[in-house]
């Protein structure tokens, strides 16, 4: 009796145990994730290579210029650019696909979903801002593609401030295709579709003149074998409008010189008020410098305003030396002399002033 109930006692407790170890270990879950298809099938991870470089053909439409920065030299846009290639592979039948063109829009269909290869195109003057803020490819059944992107971006350009404010600028916008050469990736200016300047902008102090687009090989050393890859080049005409600064400077400063040189019809006697008008004329010169040291960058060349402004202080001190002269011949008891020297100032400075303009004028639009 004991016998059995021992028997029974321990195949209980085996029961138990292998119970207890059954559910301790963890059940496998059946893989439900399919394994991604392979890249030679859907997935075109390279361009096409049938016959030589892949012509991608671009065009781009300023719709925007926000600023124009003369002391960091940049400028920044928005504008829609757009580029057309074709590859084979990615033909398709209308009939079997149900559809006569494919669409892959927004982020995520054209990064997840979109099976193709496409030309990556970065700015490469790019000034630290580059925003993408929409994307559309289309996919036609023989396999043209074309890509639409408006970007929003900061680009750094030179700018020759010599003429200012009478300069004209050319902004520059360059655009190449990302870790490809010319013998893989050829970009080309689009044919029948003019890149244009949206005619609504309207930029504070600047006219846009006109746009056009170029092609130029750019050394790469990133760019694939050869290291010169393909660049489409964007040149925006602007011209400065300077009437503002003509209003607050430059014809202000013309009249405060000139009303300096009355000093040669004031009377020789009162030697005092001819040197305090012509410090009046000095310290106002000296306050517009100040002025325009807030508007012009700080620059190391000189600018027909730095001529300008030196030219109208310099002229003003002259004034002031003419007066000692002619104080001094006064005291010598020759007046005729210092009445002469009047005469003759009355005139020549006011056409040495002109004289010096002119020339700074001429020296920045026909040498410069």
Known sequence: ?????????????????????AAAQPVAEPDTKSPRTPTSGNFLLGPPTDNGPVEVRASFEIDEISAINDETE????????????????????????????????????????APSWFPQVVLVNSAGSYESRGVVLR????????????????????????????????????????????????????????????????LPQWTISGMSVSIRD???????????????????????ESFYVSRLVTLPLIVIVLLSFSVFWMDRSSLGDRISVSFIGILTAVAYQVVMSEILPRIAYVTWMNAFLNFSFLMMVGTVIINLVVGAFDKQGRSELAHRVDRLCRWMFPLTYFGL????????????
């Open 357 to 368: 303009v002119l020339f700074a004028f001429g020296v920045a639009f026909l040498v410069l």
């Open 218 to 240: 750019r050394p790469a050393s990133y760019a694939g074998r050869r290291g010169v890859a393909s660049a489409f080049v964007t040149s925006i005409d602007v011209q400065r």
């Open 74 to 113: 940049t400028f920044e846009f928005t504008g829609v650019l757009t580029l057309r290639w074709r590859d084979k592979r990615q033909a398709f039948d209308p009939a079997a696909a149900g559809v006569k063109e494919k669409i892959y829009q927004g982020d995520y269909q054209f990064n997840e979903i």
């Open 139 to 202: 996919v036609q059944p023989d396999g043209s593609q074309t890509l639409i992107e408006k970007i929003n971006a900061v680009a750094k350009t030179e700018l020759n401030l010599r003429r200012f404010p009478f300069d004209r600028q050319s902004l520059k916008a360059t655009f190449e295709v990302l870790g490809f050469d010319d013998s893989e990736v050829v970009l080309r200016v689009e044919s029948g579709i003019i890149s244009s300047v949206s005619s609504e902008i309207s």
């Open 1 to 21: 009796m004991n016998r059995h109930i021992s028997i029974t006692v321990a195949l209980v407790v085996a029961v138990v145990c292998s119970v207890r170890l």
